[in-house]
Nanobody, 127 residues
Framework: QVQLQESGGGSVQSGGSLRLSCVAS????????MGWFRQTPGQEREGVAG?????????RYADSVKGRFTISQDNARNTLYLEMTSLKPEDTAMYYC???????????????????WGQGTQVTVSS
């Protein structure tokens, strides 16, 4: 089992920045993918960014956030980050940290494979 706990959400004006954090615990290791998702009411959860814990592959991003969001990790602290810049009102959502064990050398943008989830942290961007 893997436990994930997000923090860092909040309210910001359009054009602003936020950094989300996710602390992972439990039985996860270097063969995992870690990612960030977001969801608004009535919509499906959307994959935003994914990264391999062992760093063997490039991070992957949804087209809607490329160039604005950066996913990174501090493995010594078991912490995943999402740096969000140039925020837009359409980025308003609940943001979730997620993980899956990548046993088959799959892309960390295989969003349907993520099955460990945090509780979420709300990000609100006002115009």
């Amino acid at each position: 089992q893997v436990q994930l706990q997000e923090s860092g959400g909040g309210s910001v004006q359009s054009g602003g920045s936020l950094r989300l954090s996710c602390v992972a615990s439990g039985s996860y290791g270097s063969d995992y993918c870690m990612g960030w998702f977001r969801q608004t009411p009535g919509q499906e959860r959307e994959g935003v960014a994914g990264i391999a814990v062992d760093g063997t592959r490039n991070a992957r991003y949804a087209d809607s956030v490329k160039g604005r969001f950066t996913i990174s990790q501090d493995n010594a602290r078991n912490t995943l980050y999402l740096e969000m810049t140039s925020l837009k009102p359409e980025d308003t959502a609940m943001y979730y940290c997620a993980a899956f064990q990548n046993l088959g050398w799959m892309s960390c943008a295989s969003w349907f494979r993520y099955h460990y989830w945090g509780q979420g942290t709300q990000v609100t961007v006002s115009s």
